[in-house]
């Protein structure tokens, strides 16, 4: 029989997050002041388990105050002067806790439109195109191509980036790309994420392991790169710079290297599965494994990847035009080694000739003197058919 766990209260919904994550501080901070806001504006001694309590009679009553208590709690909110990132995340929280103890908040269309209704962007950020990312690979030292490159292809946040450790590389740095990373542990929504090495990040990893072992600083526990979020940033502002890149008054950060990622990822496979390669929350039932995305990612390259893709049809070709050539070469050596025998054979018997020359030549000079003694020479070539009648027949007693 299942026992029900009955813990109930902040701890027991913060518990929910990960100690570490963003998201359980800043849920926490919004709680604080939702308890802060209610004991100001609410008669009472107001804390977690009396929110529980009188939330349950709200609803069993079908008042919905607590409804209208959060819509008021947002222009509480404001006094504070909050930006309106902040407001939402806060209202959020109040949202969450309810939901973790079975009371969901259920608000009018008008309730929710004051309290969701969209801030206008204080901030713009520069989109990354690819040739923007090309440009600055080109200017970029072996760090910063880590930085760009392995960035871009794993869409993480920068958070979970500088986390990352050499062992993690050194264990998945093998086959051909994309490269699956494993399972990358994440700490804004404590979820784990499935990303993969491109070309590009490969050859990138495997520059700058190489520069930390000539630096004695290989070790398989230590981080990748020992910067921090702020320091990643700045990293991409100065590439911008030195590859001349006119961003006008936009913002450059390292999250918009995840935002690139997404914007293309999400042009060639679901939701659900480019959610899980970056890192965010999806269904349990729409987990995959990381190996079953590798297909997946593999179709967003030609979109993301800096260096020149050969089409796979191409590399076919090339190899089928590299076996003919070899065949080639085997059929040549055979037709050299023919022609080499034929030359040996046919330098034999030319010398062969040459002994047979000196020969006749010798019998020649010999006959040359038995006519004509010590005189001088016939002023031209005497040929056998030119010989008296008695010397052909002193050569025949001969």
């Given at each position: ?14 518990k929910?997050?990960?100690?570490t ?17 209610m004991n ?9 388990k009396?929110?529980l ?35 939402r ?27 969701w209704?969209?801030?206008k ?9 690819v ?20 960035g ?10 500088i ?51 000539s630096k ?7 981080r ?33 290297l995840?935002?690139f ?5 999400s ?42 893709i050969?089409?796979?049809?191409e ?55 038995e ?6 020479p ?21």
């Amino acid at each position: 029989m299942l026992v029900s766990n009955n813990s109930v209260g902040k701890d027991a919904w913060l518990k929910g997050f990960p100690e570490t994550s963003t998201t359980r501080r800043i849920y926490r901070k919004g709680f604080e002041r939702f308890i802060k806001f209610m004991n100001e504006t609410q008669k009472g001694d107001w804390n977690d388990k009396q929110l529980l309590k009188d939330r349950e009679i709200d609803l069993k009553e079908r008042n919905f105050a607590f409804e209208q208590k959060v819509v008021e709690f947002r222009q509480w909110l404001s006094k504070l002067k909050l930006s309106g990132n902040a407001k939402r995340t806060h209202i959020t929280a109040i949202c969450s806790f309810f939901a973790f103890h079975r009371l969901d908040l259920k608000f009018t269309k008008q309730q929710k439109s004051q309290l969701w209704k969209t801030p206008k962007p204080a901030r713009r950020y520069y989109e990354f195109a690819v040739e923007d990312l090309k440009r600055m690979n080109q200017v970029a030292s072996p760090k910063e191509k880590y930085v760009l490159l392995v960035g871009k292809s794993l869409g993480l946040r920068a958070n979970d980036f500088i986390r990352l450790e050499q062992g993690t590389f050194e264990a998945h740095l093998k086959g051909e790309a994309p490269v699956s990373l494993g399972e990358i542990y994440t700490q804004k929504e404590g979820v784990k994420a499935s990303p993969f090495l491109d070309e590009d990040a490969v050859e990138a990893s495997k520059t700058w392991l190489q520069i930390l072992e000539s630096k004695g600083r290989r070790d398989p526990n230590k981080r990748m790169i020992g910067i921090s979020r702020q320091e990643v940033n700045l990293i991409l502002k100065k590439l911008v710079k030195r590859a001349r890149i006119n961003t006008g008054n936009e913002i450059v950060r390292f999250h918009q290297l995840r935002v690139f990622l997404i914007t293309r990822l999400s042009t060639v496979m679901e939701t659900n599965r480019w959610k899980q390669i970056v890192g965010k929350r999806v269904p349990e039932s729409a987990y995959v494994k990381p190996f079953n995305l590798r297909e997946d990612y593999a179709k967003v390259l030609p979109h993301t990847t800096v260096r020149e893709i050969v089409a796979q049809d191409e590399v076919n070709k090339l190899r089928e035009e590299v076996k003919e050539l070899r065949e080639e070469g085997k059929s040549f050596t055979y037709r050299e080694r023919t022609l080499m025998d034929k030359i040996d054979n046919l330098e034999q018997q030319l010398n062969e000739l040459r002994e047979e020359v000196k020969k006749l030549t010798k019998k020649q000079e010999k006959g040359l003197l038995e006519i004509y003694g010590d005189g001088e020479p016939p002023s031209k070539e005497i040929t056998e058919f030119e010989f008296p009648e008695e010397i052909a027949v002193s050569e025949e007693k001969e």
